[in-house]
């Protein structure tokens, strides 16, 4: 049991943001919230933690309703930072911890291990506006898990750091998740949630338009990527019929293809006019899947 998100709308007076969402996180899963600008990721997080009301439908944690008095359990990091600009970094997470209701003890021992597993054991006494962009996301971060949530929300975790952080951060969401945290997080950086979660869902105008296993999402989207690396001229493969794509690289040539029968046809082709030194067919990636599902029709 995890949570449920069950046929919940929401509307801001005429206009519908999340439109009959249905999904289901169980318990322990990560999981990737995908969407355009504007397509109701951030109102589908702010329902989770009972800051807004669903106009319809229901969301539950663990079997029981969520309301605003169960945000103990849950962790957000919202998408604006929300920290005190003249505040100390200690006496900021000492103020967000005690309305968890932790006591000073467990707060400051928190603070440290994360300070030190970020590698800024220093910035305790700094204050927030003295710290770059992406080290307030770090305590941001710290903000959001500090009381040990079981459900953590994470909006745009990665947005503005640089890649040494978004290490960091990728880890400590990977540790948290190994030790049963549930965790939703959006991105508009595919890889990274290509890397972090087997389950997704991509909104489109707050309704899901791809949702389940990441894996059985890309086995099911019938096209391919194919990558050749030849010593000849392959241009007259963009005319072939089947190939939707094609691209010149440095390293050689990348189609998108029909079907994978496409990808058997290009091979023969060009098996038959010479050496082939690679050729692969890969899974789409999920930007392609993106692309597609969300792109075309993108408003
Ligand atoms: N309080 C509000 N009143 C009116 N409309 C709102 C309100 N909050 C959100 N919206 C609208 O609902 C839609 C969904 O917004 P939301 O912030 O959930 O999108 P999002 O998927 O998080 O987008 P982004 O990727 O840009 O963060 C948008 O069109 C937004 O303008």
Same mark, same amino acid.
């Given at each position: 049991?995890?949570?449920?998100?069950?046929?919940?709308?929401?509307?801001?007076?005429?206009?519908?943001?999340?439109?009959?969402?249905?999904?289901?996180?169980?318990?322990?899963?990560?999981?990737?919230?995908?969407?355009?600008?504007?397509?109701?990721?951030?109102?589908?997080?702010?329902?989770?933690?009972?800051?807004?009301?669903?106009?319809?439908?229901?969301?539950?944690?663990?079997? %029981?309703?969520?309301?605003?008095?169960?945000?103990?359990?849950?962790?957000?990091?919202?998408?604006?930072?929300?920290?005190?600009?003249?505040?100390?970094?200690?006496?900021?997470?000492?103020?967000?911890?005690?309305?968890?209701?932790?006591?000073?003890?467990?707060?400051?021992?928190?603070?440290?291990?994360?300070?030190?597993?970020?590698?800024?054991?220093?910035?305790?006494?700094?204050?927030?506006?003295?710290?770059?962009?992406?080290?307030?996301?770090?305590?941001?971060?710290?903000?959001?898990?500090?009381?040990?949530?079981?459900?953590?929300?994470?909006?745009?975790?990665?947005?503005?750091?640089?890649?040494?952080?978004? %290490?960091?951060?990728?880890?400590?969401?990977?540790?948290?998740?190994?030790?049963?945290?549930?965790?939703?997080?959006?991105?508009?950086?595919?890889?990274?949630?290509?890397?972090?979660?087997?389950?997704?869902?991509?909104?489109?105008?707050?309704?899901?338009?791809?949702?389940?296993?990441?894996?059985?999402?890309?086995?099911?989207?019938?096209?391919?990527?194919?990558?050749?690396?030849?010593?000849?001229?392959?241009?007259?493969?963009?005319?072939?019929?089947?190939?939707?794509?094609?691209?010149?690289?440095?390293?050689?040539?990348?189609?998108?293809? %029909?079907?994978?029968?496409?990808?058997?046809?290009?091979?023969?082709?060009?098996?038959?006019?010479?050496?082939?030194?690679?050729?692969?067919?890969?899974?789409?990636?999920?930007?392609?899947?993106?692309?597609?599902?969300?792109?075309?029709?993108?408003?």
């Amino acid at each position: 049991m995890g949570l449920d998100i069950t046929n919940v709308t929401k509307r801001f007076g005429a206009f519908t943001a999340v439109d009959d969402l249905t999904l289901t996180v169980p318990a322990g899963q990560m999981f990737g919230m995908l969407g355009a600008n504007g397509a109701g990721k951030t109102t589908t997080f702010r329902m989770l933690l009972g800051l807004l009301q669903p106009t319809e439908g229901k969301i539950s944690w663990k079997g %029981e309703e969520i309301t605003y008095q169960r945000t103990n359990e849950v962790g957000y990091l919202p998408e604006e930072r929300g920290l005190y600009p003249k505040l100390k970094v200690k006496d900021q997470l000492l103020y967000l911890g005690r309305l968890k209701g932790m006591d000073k003890a467990t707060i400051l021992a928190e603070m440290e291990k994360w300070l030190e597993q970020f590698k800024v054991p220093e910035y305790a006494t700094k204050r927030i506006e003295e710290l770059s962009k992406g080290n307030q996301q770090k305590i941001q971060f710290i903000a959001a898990v500090i009381h040990k949530p079981e459900l953590l929300i994470l909006d745009e975790p990665f947005s503005g750091l640089d890649p040494v952080n978004v %290490e960091l951060l990728k880890g400590a969401v990977m540790e948290l998740q190994q030790n049963g945290t549930t965790i939703l997080f959006s991105s508009h950086r595919m890889e990274h949630v290509e890397e972090l979660c087997e389950h997704l869902c991509i909104l489109h105008h707050g309704k899901p338009v791809v949702y389940g296993k990441l894996r059985e999402i890309k086995k099911s989207f019938s096209k391919k990527n194919v990558f050749i690396a030849s010593d000849y001229d392959l241009s007259s493969l963009a005319d072939q019929a089947g190939v939707l794509k094609y691209r010149q690289t440095a390293e050689g040539v990348r189609l998108q293809v %029909e079907h994978e029968d496409v990808a058997r046809d290009v091979f023969q082709f060009i098996a038959e006019k010479g050496f082939v030194r690679k050729f692969e067919v890969e899974e789409p990636s999920l930007h392609d899947i993106f692309i597609e599902k969300v792109g075309e029709s993108y408003a």
